[in-house]
């Protein structure tokens, strides 16, 4: 007993003594990562963890739908998440996002201004942006000799099953409505309907459909061109420089990724601070190392220039990763549509139900 | 203390040692508790869970919202999810057709190998499947492409002039679908065929009977319990399956897998998908337990 | 079932089936070779994706876990299946097509369904995720398998067998311990078989009733997915089938010696 007497008052001590404690070390000791599979470095995570102390426990998810999912049936212990545009509007309007301290994210200053206050959260209060990039037409030029100017022309009998596309319904029903000149995130049954026929007409030159990898049909010779996103097209072009990469006239879409919070996160305090050392211009500059996604982060491409030119000519150089300035004029991000996102899966089943 | 006087028996306490000693129905129970128990938790709850689920809707945020109705069920009732539903059927008994086809002579060759032998045959048929199934589905597509293994080859060969075209075609899945079901269909077989008796054999043999009579009347009968239970494991998940049509097939059409998966994690319509998982589980569980009651499977009698 | 050799034609067959069946692995042991990363046309011979996953902690652990999980549940899952197969091969009682009908639930619910009612349940209940939840999960959808194998060798099971040895003497427990087990043996272990590699691959129940930081192997290896699977798995799936078939090699060959004696 005369032991315990003792014990109580030390802790108490402790716990007093390691709250005044400083104020840069944080309390936790390890943060949760969510995100994306394949889309942070190894060498950022332990550099933060040697920096901070932190260790970082990294779990993957392969869809925004995923961690929707997750969160949505209540899992949690999750600090960290890394979830696209209209995910972030979709978690927001449940509540499952814990509000940013800006404050505690100074390096949030190195993002390029135009990315800064995005329309899905226009004063960043619960997300900062960490890559973005595009759904285009990559094209083998050693297959296809003419160049493509038009979605359109996708639907020629040449290419009879030489396309790939994602085995996404709003990327793909999408990229029919713009063909057809309609809105890429239209509620309209009427326009939903004939850009099912339209879609069913595009069927026999669809050799695939592939949002995991994409770039592997292109590599391995079975498909000459297809819709597929930045990433893969820019791997593809480090294997083979005669994949190109097009936005047609139609236009093409634009995704952002970004670091949020969830609710309830068990460590808000390292999740800031791992936020904040993800936008270090360092730190961003290993993930376009690794992954040739487009950077937002303002600060790590000026160091880039400096420090690592042939990157920074690989980056800027191809389309992929650094698109032209008249891309963004036709670039439509994709938006939630609420109700009638069971209209758009009753299209979908319909085109790939009715073979 | 006895009751000799009344002649009544003496009150004995129960013991539970001596009911389950003698008790059948007790030693049943005793038997079916643990699993019982364990599935009740972890299989019976949680798909409550989803039988309630079905009878919500979607709201707007793709969340659930609390109201009960049977729209989901209505939505079902149409013409192309009944599409869909038959052509998953015609996978699963595609895969089952074939696997029985391919795994019947391999497994009543094992059976008939000398035993000791026999479990290192086994474990062969299931070592592959201790490999990562992605890699191992991505090794079928390195050998079906245009430009893979067995394209090269017969090309190299004379045997062909052009390639074929089998990757993301239905061949290619229903390859892949076999290969990935095979020991579902070998196991349960080869325990059905090891056990026929030599001596039934010989009896039939004695009698008369050539290799191919005892093969249809004697071993074919006695190995249906291993056939049935094969097709079980074989059928009914094959009909779920979309990974493998998808990547073999380059998803070019709707299963009721990828109908369910993506209502829950495309649309996150989880109402929807929850009442099409409803719908597969009564049809799938009135088949089967059809299937396993008329073909004599459970059949048995009491100790 | 008779030690007659089998026929010409059946042992072509058989040689044919397991061509079929190795196939694959093969291509998937060369593969492990490739020195491109992405793995999608061969390029050259590197012995470099070895030497990565010697250094993949990453792996190695997710490695452990997918080991832990498959054998605990396949222990679980087999002593509790076998049982399940016993009572309902022999028993009548109250609720028996109840407890079939629920044994068949596993097999026939898409795993995707499964998986997010099991995790609402978890949570719901308030169990933490995690490498528990997982194996929890696993024994699940293990035991009908179990179940149904040993079912089939229990069909026409002959009793006499068991009435001869309680009638020379032997309790329930004996009896069933050294003779009903050994003959249903071969189909409690193929269902432990079965159960075992189930768990070994299994990705989407896993995924959704995993927490942060227990991660199995398919969970890694379908996370590379969009990227790219590089040869490292197939050194990995390469170092295990040849383990494993060293092993059973190694066993064949000590049995066979056994014999001799």
Redesign the interface.
């Known amino acids: 007993m005369k032991i315990y007497k003792l014990v109580v008052p030390i802790v108490i001590l402790a716990m007093l003594l390691s709250a005044c404690g400083g104020a840069q070390k944080p309390k936790d000791t390890e943060v949760n990562l969510y995100a994306w599979s394949e889309y942070i470095p190894q060498a950022l995570l332990e550099g933060f963890t040697q920096k901070t102390g932190i260790k970082v426990n990294y779990d993957t998810y392969s869809s925004n739908e995923e961690l929707m999912a997750k969160l949505q049936a209540g899992a949690s212990g999750y600090d960290v998440i890394i979830p696209s545009d209209y995910t972030v509007t979709i978690l927001t309007k449940q509540g499952l996002l814990e509000e940013l301290d800006l404050s505690k994210i100074p390096n949030f200053k190195n993002i390029a201004d135009d990315l800064k206050k995005p329309y899905f959260d226009p004063e960043n209060k619960y997300s900062v942006p960490y890559q973005w990039g595009t759904a285009a037409l990559a094209i083998n030029t050693e297959k296809v000799t003419k160049p493509i100017t038009k979605y359109a022309e996708l639907w020629n009998p040449e290419f009879a099953q030489q396309i790939v596309v994602l085995d996404d319904e709003r990327e793909v029903l999408g990229m029919v409505l713009m063909v057809l000149g309609y809105d890429r995130n239209t509620t309209d049954p009427k326009q939903l309907e004939e850009a099912k026929v339209k879609l069913l007409e595009l069927m026999p030159n669809i050799r695939l459909f592939d949002s995991d990898s994409p770039k592997t049909a292109l590599l391995a010779g079975e498909v000459s061109l297809g819709l597929v996103w930045n990433g893969e097209a820019a791997i593809a072009h480090g294997e083979n420089p005669a994949i190109a990469y097009v936005c047609p006239e139609e236009g093409c879409s634009i995704w952002f990724d970004n670091l949020a919070i969830p609710k309830g996160a068990p460590h808000k305090e390292a999740a800031h601070f791992f936020i904040d050392y993800v936008l270090d211009p360092e730190a961003s500059v290993l993930i376009a190392q690794e992954f040739p996604y487009s950077n937002p982060n303002a600060a790590a491409l000026e160091l880039m220039k400096t420090k690592y030119p042939d990157l920074y000519k690989t980056y800027m150089g191809y389309e992929a990763t650094n698109p032209p300035k008249d891309w963004m004029a036709r670039m439509h991000p994709v938006k939630d549509v609420g109700d009638a996102t069971t209209l758009w899966d009753r299209v979908w089943t319909e085109v790939k139900g009715g073979q | 203390m006895s009751n000799i006087q009344t002649g009544k028996p003496a009150l004995t306490r129960f013991s539970l040692r001596k009911t389950l000693r003698e008790n059948p129905t007790a030693q049943g129970l005793a038997l079916i508790s643990p699993t019982a128990i364990y599935l009740l938790l972890f299989m019976v709850l949680p798909m409550i869970l989803v039988v309630l689920l079905s009878f919500m809707i979607r709201g707007p945020y793709g969340n659930v919202v609390y109201r009960v109705n049977i729209q989901n069920y209505a939505r079902l009732a149409d013409p192309l999810y009944i599409r869909i539903l038959v052509f998953s059927l015609g996978v699963g008994a595609a895969t089952t057709v074939f696997t029985i086809l391919i795994g019947y002579p391999l497994a009543y060759f094992i059976a008939r190998t000398p035993a000791r032998q026999r479990s290192f045959l086994l474990f062969l048929i299931l070592l592959p499947f201790w490999t990562n199934f992605i890699i191992r589905i991505y090794a079928w597509i390195m050998i079906l492409r245009t430009e893979g293994f067995l394209n090269s080859v017969l090309l190299h060969m004379g045997v062909i002039n052009v390639p074929l075209n089998i990757l993301y075609t239905p061949t290619a899945v229903l390859i892949a679908m076999v290969y990935e079901f095979l020991p579902f269909m070998v196991l349960p077989l080869y325990t059905s065929l090891e056990k026929i008796e030599n001596a039934q054999l010989e009896a039939a043999a004695d009698l008369g009977a050539r290799p191919w009579r005892t093969f249809l009347r004697v071993t074919l009968p006695l190995s249906v319990p291993g056939m049935i239970a094969g097709s079980i494991l074989v059928f009914i998940p094959a009909m779920g399956m979309f990974v493998v049509p998808d990547l073999m097939g380059g998803a070019k059409t709707i299963l009721i897998g990828n109908l369910i998966r993506n209502q829950f994690l495309v649309s996150r319509d989880w109402p929807f998908g929850a009442a099409a998982s409803m719908l597969l589980l009564i049809i799938t569980l009135v088949f089967t337990l059809l299937y396993t009651r008329k073909a004599g499977f459970g059949e048995e009698l009491l100790v | 079932?008779?030690?007659?050799?089998?026929a010409f034609w059946?042992?072509v067959?058989?040689i044919l089936?397991?061509a079929?069946?190795?196939?694959?692995?093969l291509?998937?042991i060369i593969?492990s070779f490739n020195t491109?990363k992405?793995?999608?046309?061969w390029e050259g011979f590197t012995l470099h994706w070895y030497d990565v996953l010697f250094h993949d902690s990453n792996v190695l652990l997710a490695v452990r876990n997918t080991l832990m999980i498959a054998c605990v549940s396949t222990l679980v899952a087999t002593?509790?299946?076998t049982?399940?197969a016993?009572?309902?091969?022999?028993?009548?009682?109250?609720?028996?097509?109840a407890?079939?009908?629920?044994?068949?639930?596993?097999?026939?619910?898409?795993?995707?369904?499964?998986g997010?009612?099991?995790?609402?349940?978890f949570?719901?209940v308030g169990l933490?995720?995690g490498l528990t939840t997982i194996t929890?999960?696993h024994?699940?959808f293990n035991?009908p398998?179990v179940?149904?194998?040993v079912?089939?060798?229990?069909?026409?099971f002959d009793?006499s067998i068991e009435e001869a040895s309680m009638d020379l003497g032997a309790n329930?427990m004996t009896t069933f311990w050294r003779v009903t087990l050994p003959t249903i043996m071969?189909?409690v272990?193929?269902g432990a078989?079965?159960a075992f590699?189930l768990s070994?691959?299994d990705?989407v129940i896993t995924?959704?009733t995993?927490?942060?930081?227990a991660?199995t192997?398919?969970?890694r290896?379908?996370?590379?997915?969009?990227?790219?699977?590089t040869p490292e798995?197939?050194a990995?799936?390469t170092l295990?089938?040849f383990t494993?078939?060293v092993v059973?090699l190694a066993?064949?060959v000590i049995?066979?010696r056994q014999?001799h004696h």
């Open positions: 079932m008779s030690e007659k050799k089998p059946l042992r067959f058989a089936a397991y079929y069946i190795y196939f694959p692995i291509i998937l593969f491109q992405i793995n999608v046309r002593v509790i299946g049982l399940a016993l009572a309902l091969q022999r028993y009548r009682f109250p609720g028996y097509t407890a079939e009908s629920a044994l068949y639930i596993p097999v026939i619910v898409p795993e995707v369904v499964m997010i009612s099991l995790l609402a349940f949570v719901m933490k995720l929890l999960s024994i699940a035991i398998f179940t149904l194998v079912r089939a060798r229990l069909h026409g009793k329930e071969p189909g272990l193929s078989l079965l590699t070994l691959d990705y995924y959704f995993a927490g942060p930081g991660t192997l398919p969970l290896v379908f996370s590379m997915v969009r990227f790219a699977v798995v197939n990995l799936s295990w089938v494993i078939f059973l066993s064949q049995q066979r014999e």
